[in-house]
């Protein structure tokens, strides 16, 4: 397997020395070993023999943030990036499988239980799902054409599945997630995603009109709470500027 370029792992250059340290670590390492991190995430359990794609996922391959809470807390997005360029490289290999005949493409906010909803769907689905590669990540992003092309030019179905919890159930996820595995999400990621998922979707039907799409609603993490929807509107959350606002409503709250 040809390692991934260097150059090709987007830099955020970081002002914390510490936080630039551990990001231009980890992209080296990413690029010197491409193939032995591609390897370490199929043998996780989650990742479903990398059939099922997810960048926070993929950052448990990096020893030093999976075994320890604390380096999450702080270097979560000193690594995000290897991870993201990681995630995409597994994709390509998962979908270049000519068993595969369907892609499920999950999406959502940060804190919406998709992880928690696609281990489900493996467990309830073993035998539909093992022609089907899975991958989650953003659809706010363009590079999720790219993904969907690649899937289309393979002879792959591609279906959409949005996760649209009410903001504050997201907020109250992300808080007890931080603190029990040290992940968190940052004010202006949370609001961005809720102000722009349905402009997303939106594209993404006018460009891809064939692909079938449902959205679950949620108020709660029950599972039976569940509102199923084709409706694009439901994404729907007002202006960057009004969602902002109403986060730093619920925030003082919770």
Not at 154 to 164: A, D, K, R, V
Not at 188 to 215: H, M, P, Q, S, T
Request: aromatic letters at 10%; one cysteine or more.
């Amino acid at each position: 397997m040809e390692n991934i370029c260097i150059d090709n792992i987007w830099k955020r250059g970081f002002k914390d020395p510490d936080m630039l340290r551990v990001e231009e670590e980890t992209r080296s390492e990413t690029s010197a070993n491409t193939e032995k991190y591609i390897n370490k995430y199929k043998e996780l359990e989650q990742s479903r023999n990398g059939n099922y794609i997810s960048s926070d996922l993929m950052k448990l391959v990096f020893e030093k943030y999976a075994n320890d809470i604390e380096y999450r807390r702080k270097y979560n997005l000193a690594v995000s990036n290897s991870a993201a360029c990681l995630a995409s490289r597994a994709f390509k290999a998962a979908i270049s499988n000519p068993k595969v005949k369907h892609c499920i493409f999950v999406a959502g906010a940060y804190g919406s239980g998709k992880s928690f909803l696609i281990q489900s769907l493996y467990e309830k689905n073993k035998e539909e799902l093992k022609e089907c590669v899975v991958y989650e990540g953003s659809i706010t992003s363009k590079s999720i054409d790219e993904k969907i092309d690649t899937v289309l030019k393979c002879g792959i179905t591609p279906s959409m599945i949005i996760l649209n919890p009410t903001l504050e159930l997201s907020m109250k996820n992300i808080k007890e997630r931080a603190k029990r595995i040290g992940r968190d999400v940052r004010k202006e990621d949370c609001v961005f995603v809720y102000a722009n998922i349905y402009g997303a979707l939106k594209r993404l039907k006018e460009k891809y009109k064939d692909i079938n799409y449902v959205i679950y609603n949620k108020e709660t993490n029950v599972p039976t709470d569940l509102e199923v929807s084709t409706n694009a509107k439901d994404l729907d959350h007002g202006s960057y500027d009004d969602i902002s606002k109403e986060y730093d409503d619920i925030y003082k709250r919770i």
